[in-house]
Nanobody, 116 residues
């Protein structure tokens, strides 16, 4: 599976961005699709998770109510709608998928910068 993320950019606090991640290859083997982020000097953290089999989602507490993870019907595109952005959301955002054999794949990351 190959992943390509896009949609990052510079936005003012309170603004919105929508990240996209396109999956290529054995997409039918994907079980979980996730968004991670890594801010400068910090560890990478899981922001939002989606299980493709049941559609259940989970979010980092600090983004609950502001971010929404979703996928398209063919399950080859993952999205992260980010609203009410805060400066502390500034990070490189990565899409990540795990297949049915628990193998993990990463996209290349897209930078989100939120100015105050």
């Amino acid at each position: 599976v190959q992943l390509q993320a896009s949609g990052g950019g510079l936005v003012q606090a309170g603004g919105s961005l929508r990240l996209s991640c396109v999956a290529y290859g054995s997409i039918n083997s994907i079980n979980d699709m996730n968004w991670y982020r890594q801010a400068p000097g910090k560890q990478r953290e899981l922001v939002a998770a989606l299980n493709t089999n049941g559609g259940s989602t989970n979010y980092l507490d600090s983004v609950k109510g502001r971010f929404t993870i979703s996928m398209n019907n063919t399950r080859n595109r993952l999205y992260l709608q980010m609203n009410s952005l805060k400066p502390e959301d500034t990070a490189v955002y990565y899409c990540n998928v795990q297949d049915r054999w628990s193998k993990v794949y990463w996209g290349q990351g897209t930078l989100v910068t939120v100015s105050s």
